[in-house]
């Protein structure tokens, strides 16, 4: 496991350099795209497939995070540092009000209340005229003061960015924490009997989810200099669980897999195809028959 | 001295009043067995006892202290573990993460998210102690959805050992057990009575005399009479309510 993954480390650091030589820049924007997409996948997969939680409201977070961005730049906040705690900080809280509601429902009542929740905030944005309701927002790019955000600089950061949070997340998971959370999905009746808070280890991991998820927001909106409506739609909370089930459901690099597959595969299909969004569903369903345990899952053999 | 108290307690569901009133005292160092017909309130009142669920009306004394409005998870650190009926358990774990699982809720703060649990040695150490004690340690690294039923009920006794109860509360250890094993299990309960205070929820008369001090008697969610297994056996009530169906065993 280790070598794969320090190759494709090194082939990340180097491609930047190597395509502007080669003329590939188009490729490194997809891949800066993947890199946040996978981040936000990984931060939905911690709830959905180590905490059992099937959150039909992801994008909620997602797009806060990109509107807090475009909505500070355009309220004179230049600094890409504050921009990021504000949102993310504004992503959790959001997360924990939502999830302290919704994690009191279990099955089809929790995905539908993520969901309902998820889709007033989606109404709410796009109430607000002055930050361009369903035209959404133009966001320039903030100041770091280190550095100019270029292009090439958004790509190291969100590749630091998405290796930090694995990495987090994989000592989380491996913690006591991670352990209860997925003891708790096996069988929450059981974990409450041993004496743990079951609820509030269920919300922590909720509101880290959404701090992570609003991250990747902001730097989508970096990514695009946009925030759009569509960023909160249910489409794209659908769309990231999409990703999760393709790369792997509670596998470690499900998120990131199943971020990348659906990128190249939407990529490669728009182009060949109007109907791409058949194909996508074809392969989503072959993986979900034939590879339960998604791509991750066909990689790593152990359970 | 009494540990555990409940005060006319009751429990509805719907129209049905399940638990009804019920007083029942258990105290320190006894095996107190509860005992009465099928669906008379037996497992509600373990229930309402461990907080999984709320009641209508009444209170719930432990140590003197009213828990009628703790959280579940708090009465198992104020030292009340209960197992049961229906065999709980992770079943896609092994014997050992069950195992510690359950020391790890009484041990420190699991809100850690740094250190990775595998290197905690002392957890793993516990939790082997403890198989050993209910005779699953030579089974440790077996998943516990492939234990034998037997082993099965076994650990669920162990879980609710791990986190060293004051009051342990067990809900037909026995069910669904050949003879075999059932006397393994009234070995392993036997070996318990030095240490824990135990109300024992059970089914078979056999075991409940060989183990119980005091015996209460529940119908339709009423305590009808407590008393040693002599006074009960020789309680006319009782034998009308219940022991009559049993055949035998008076
Ligand atoms: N969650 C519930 N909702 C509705 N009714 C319930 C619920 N739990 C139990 N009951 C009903 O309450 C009554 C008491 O059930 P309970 O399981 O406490 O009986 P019991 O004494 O444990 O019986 P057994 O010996 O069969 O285990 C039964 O009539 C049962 O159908
Ligand atoms: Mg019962």
Not at chain 1, 9 to 34: D, N, R, V
Not at chain 1, 70 to 81: D, F, K, N, Q, T
Not at chain 2, 63 to 71: C, Y
Not at chain 2, 189 to 198: A, G, M, N
Request: with cysteine; charged share 15%.
């Amino acid at each position: 496991m280790r070598w794969p993954l320090l190759l494709v480390l090194l082939f990340l650091l180097a491609f930047p350099p190597i395509a502007s030589a080669m003329g590939l820049e188009f490729y490194q924007g997809l891949l800066t795209k993947i890199m946040i997409l996978a981040l936000a996948a990984s931060s939905l997969n911690l709830i959905l497939g180590y905490g059992g939680m099937v959150s039909f409201g992801h994008a909620a977070y997602f797009g806060l995070g990109a509107y807090t961005a475009a909505i500070l730049m355009r309220e004179g906040v230049s600094s890409g540092w504050v921009i990021w705690a504000v949102a993310v900080g504004l992503s959790a809280l959001l997360a924990l009000l939502i999830g302290a509601i919704c994690l009191r429902t279990r099955g089809v009542y929790f995905i539908m209340i993520t969901l309902a929740f998820a889709q007033m905030i989606y109404y709410l944005v796009v109430s607000f005229k002055q930050y361009g309701g369903e035209d959404g927002l133009r966001a320039r790019r903030p100041e770091f003061g280190l550095f100019e955000l270029t292009d090439t600089a958004l790509y190291y950061l969100s590749l630091a960015v998405l290796a930090g949070a694995l990495y987090l997340l994989h000592r989380l998971i491996n913690a006591r924490f991670g352990r209860v959370l997925q003891a708790i999905r096996e069988n929450e009746s059981r974990a409450l009997a041993l004496g743990y808070p079951v609820y509030r280890f269920q919300l922590l991991a909720f509101v880290l989810a959404g701090a992570l998820a609003g991250l990747a927001g902001v730097l989508m909106a970096h990514y695009t200099q946009y925030a759009s409506p569509n960023l909160l739609a249910w489409q794209q909370s659908g769309h990231l669980m999409m990703m999760v089930i393709l790369g792997g459901v509670g596998q470690f690099w499900g998120g990131v897999l199943g971020a990348a597959a659906l990128s190249i595969v939407e990529e490669v299909l728009q182009d060949l195809t109007i109907h791409w969004q058949l194909g996508v569903g074809l392969i989503l369903l072959a993986v979900v028959l034939f590879a339960p345990r998604g791509l991750a899952g066909l990689w790593r053999r152990e359970p | 001295m009494t540990l555990l108290e409940t005060h006319q307690l009751s429990k509805r569901f719907g129209g049905l009043l399940a638990v009804n009133g019920c007083n029942l005292a258990v105290k320190t160092g006894e095996i107190h067995a509860l005992i009465g017909p099928n669906g008379a309130g037996k497992t509600t009142l373990l229930n309402l006892i461990t907080g999984v669920l709320a009641p209508n009306k009444g209170q719930v004394r432990f140590e003197g202290q009213d828990i009628t409005h703790l959280p579940a998870h708090a009465r198992v650190h104020r030292g009340l573990a209960r197992t049961f009926q229906i065999t709980n358990l992770f079943r896609n774990y092994t014997v050992r993460v069950n195992l510690e699982l359950a020391v790890q809720a009484r041990r420190g703060s699991s809100f850690r998210f740094w250190q990775p649990v595998f290197k905690e040695k002392a957890l793993t150490e516990e939790a082997f102690r403890v198989a050993e004690r209910v005779g699953l340690g030579g089974r440790f690294e077996v998943v516990a959805g492939q234990l034998s039923h037997g082993e099965q009920r076994a650990l669920e006794v162990a879980l609710a050992l791990a986190s060293r109860p004051k009051l342990l509360l067990l809900d037909e250890p026995m069910a669904g057990m050949g003879p075999e094993e059932s006397a393994r299990m009234v070995e392993l309960i036997e070996s318990l009575r030095q240490e824990f205070t135990i109300l024992l929820v059970e089914h078979d008369m056999d075991a409940v005399f060989r183990l119980a001090q005091r015996i209460s008697v529940l119908v339709y969610g009423q305590v009808i009479a407590t008393g040693t297994p002599e006074e009960i056996r020789a309680n006319p009530e009782v034998h009308k309510a219940y022991l009559g169906d049993e055949g035998g065993v008076a």
